[in-house]
């Protein structure tokens, strides 16, 4: 790997961060952005640098980053676009660790020339830049946090597996607020903007070697080169998978990602080859990489057979419809396992997949029920269907749920319909690593796509 | 580059072209239909007119030295002032089903191949799969298989199911061609193909 994507460490895992831009009046991005280190409990040293102040906040403020005494690792600059070229610079000369640009300017207002100058520098430096035009990263596991957004207004994901590449910073806050909100972990959010310097291709590649990171959204508007990004996802997709969201699809969206970015965004046609060949999962809509990036924690299926267990009749019918229509199969139950449910079903129930435990189940019948399909090996995964409405379902249904999870036996998915009270169920229940959907054509699809990655996976290991 | 030109080279490239010849005038177009053996099909080729069928410049199943005098002078007055370069003589396709590959050279991604069903089945249906060059076999196999009308082509209503391998050859060739020769746009239509091969009827490409 090249030296300058290791040396994203700099920016990701600093001991002292600067901050060229600060702020000492509030709202401004270079206050919220010291507020934010503040607030985050941030362990290393924030620097304020601004020749106006003398410290903003409690924190030291320098004129210079020059004149910070030590080693700088990360400096985050947030002033007017024609004051970066000499920033840039300057962070040369004390040869900080790496640079994160927030400030727009550039590409996306036709300022080209101020673009090239940060490229000169950065190249004969070496020194690895985020952006311009982007929020820059956030990191929850040392807190580095460049996202200009105040953290009561966009609340900051807990720490996890999850990385997020997004070239639009608009997209990549609102999923980070809907991540934090749903109990999603982050491992890395990278917003980068024009990718002046790095691209999507230099991140894919420090995240395929990054220990926290398990799996990576990668949400692209027009690629800076193409068949780099195509190559690389290839390689990246064998060890970790990418859910990628294209946007731009048709002509005036793609025109408005151009304006937006400064990159020009490809046909819609190649980008999706290229995900197919590389066996990426590509994801239509944002709620979409939702319902996809959080089953992708289940152990790998081996196959496409799907155990069915529901407390509504209905809802089971409807889910057997999904799984169908997304290719996949009804499992067959085992001898042993029919001879099991049967004990577990009141006298009128009736075994068969979808397995309807009908409205009088209680918590221990469904959990009698998952360890029997868990036990199945006609079985390859379960779609469990906990409609809350019904009286003897409680909460401890999500410990059962909880267990299975934690027992990493074979991916499940929770599906649950329902208004409010359901749906604080299903917060939960995602909160605990359970995947949880409100509807059976969500869990399916989503099912599907861990399915077609499990059997590239296994394919690939054979190979 | 003229018609003939592009077609040498296409069989340069190893494409197997349906045997045609380009006629000047009625005596050609007889000994050339003679030659290559009934059946046959005229083609008007001038530069100035794309859609050939739309000006009545096409004329298929011809069986005979008298039908081919008829068509021959039907398509010389189909094309009225146009410059001519003359009249196609092609040998007549096999019968089986009409794809489309077509190729492209995108911007970001480099060449890819784009296959799809002829007719309406592009046209309205917008049916088409595509893969980025180079191909290998498995990425054929999956282009087929994600066309909406792939039973066409895997023997729907008891007609037997197209060569695989010929189409997985053309496409590679297809991907080498655009290659070698840095093509910017390429389409091989029709390619009428059956259990057995296939016939490129018509091809255009651009640099």
């Known amino acids: ?463 | 580059m003229t018609l003939i030109d592009d077609f040498a080279l296409l069989e340069k490239h190893g494409f197997k072209l349906l045997p045609y010849s380009l006629a000047k005038n009625e005596k050609e177009a007889l000994a050339a239909a003679k030659k290559i053996g009934y059946p046959v099909a005229l083609k008007i080729v001038s530069p100035g007119i794309t859609h050939k069928t739309d000006v009545g410049g096409v004329k298929l199943k011809i069986k005979d030295e008298r039908s081919l005098r008829i068509a021959y002078e039907e398509i010389i007055q189909s094309a009225g002032s146009a410059k001519l370069d003359g009249v196609l003589v092609q040998k007549m396709a096999r019968k089986g089903v009409e794809l489309i590959i077509g190729g492209k050279k995108d911007p970001q991604f480099g060449h890819m191949i784009i296959l799809g069903l002829g007719g309406i089945y592009v046209e309205i249906f917008r049916d088409i799969s595509a893969r980025l060059c180079p191909l290998v076999s498995e990425d054929v196999d999956e282009m087929i298989a994600e066309l909406k009308s792939h039973p066409l082509l895997e023997g729907a209503r008891g007609k037997k199911p197209i060569n695989k391998k010929v189409l997985e050859q053309l496409a590679l060739r297809a991907c080498r061609f655009m290659a070698q020769e840095d093509i910017t746009e390429m389409d091989l239509n029709p390619v009428i193909i059956d259990e057995k091969g296939c016939d490129i009827v018509d091809a255009r490409f651009s640099r």
Not at chain 1, 55 to 75: A, H, L, N, Q
Not at chain 1, 198 to 205: A, G, T
Not at chain 1, 392 to 404: K, T
Request: hydrophobic share 40%; proline share 5%.
């Open chain 1, 1 to 463: 790997m090249d030296r300058r994507i290791r040396s994203l460490d700099h920016i990701f895992n600093p001991k002292v961060v600067a901050i060229v831009g600060a702020s000492a009046t509030p709202n401004k991005i270079g206050n919220v952005l010291i507020k934010n280190f503040y607030d985050a409990r941030f362990q290393g040293r924030v620097c304020p640098v601004n020749p106006k102040y003398a410290d903003i906040m409690g924190f030291r403020c320098y004129p210079t980053v020059e004149s910070i005494p030590g080693k700088v690792d990360c400096v985050i600059i947030a002033t007017p676009a024609e004051t970066v070229p000499e920033i840039m610079e300057e962070c040369a000369r004390k040869e900080v660790g790496g640079v994160i640009i927030l400030s727009g300017g550039f590409e996306e207002v036709k300022r080209d020339d101020l673009a090239l100058k940060i490229r000169e520098v950065a190249d004969k430096s070496g020194i690895p830049v985020i952006g311009p035009n982007c929020l820059g990263v956030y990191n929850p596991y040392t807190k580095v946090d460049s996202i200009f957004l105040p953290t009561y207004k966009l609340e900051r994901p807990k720490a996890g597996g999850i990385a997020f590449i997004t070239q639009s910073g608009a997209v990549g806050s609102t999923v980070m607020d809907l991540a934090a909100y749903n109990g999603l972990g982050i491992s890395k959010f990278i917003s980068y903007g024009n990718s002046t310097v790095l691209d999507e291709s230099d991140y894919l590649e420090y995240l395929m070697q990054d220990e926290e990171t398990e799996i990576i959204i990668l949400y692209i508007e027009g690629a800076k080169d193409g068949r780099r990004l195509y190559e690389t996802m290839k390689k990246v997709n064998k060890v970790k998978p990418i859910i990628a969201l294209k946007a731009g699809r048709g002509r005036g969206a793609a025109a408005a990602a151009r304006s937006h970015t400064g990159n020009i965004a490809g046909s819609y046609l190649a980008y999706q080859a290229a995900f197919k060949q590389a066996k990426v999962t590509e994801a239509n809509t944002l709620g979409e990489v939702f319902d996809i990036v959080k089953i992708f924690n289940q152990p790998k299926p081996k196959g496409k057979r799907v155990g069915v267990i529901t407390n509504g009749g209905g809802i089971g019918v409807l889910t057997a419809d999904a799984i169908e229509s997304e290719g996949l199969e009804i499992a067959q139950f085992s001898d042993e396992t029919r001879a099991g449910l049967a004990k577990i079903l009141p006298s009128y129930g009736n075994v068969a997949n979808p397995l309807d435990l009908v409205a009088d189940a209680g918590v221990e019948a469904y959990g009698k029920a998952i360890d029997l399909m868990m036990a199945d090996k006609n079985i390859d995964a379960l779609l469990i269907i906990i409609l809350t409405q019904t009286p003897p379902i409680d909460e401890r249904i999500i410990h059962v749920l909880s267990r299975v999870v934690d027992e990493k036996q074979k991916a499940i998915a929770t599906i649950s319909i329902g208004g409010a009270y359901t749906e604080t169920y299903r917060k939960i229940l995602e909160g605990k690593g359970v995947p949880s959907y409100d509807s059976p054509n969500s869990a399916a699809r989503a099912m599907e796509r861990l399915m077609t990655y499990a059997k590239y996976r296994e394919l690939l290991g054979k190979k």
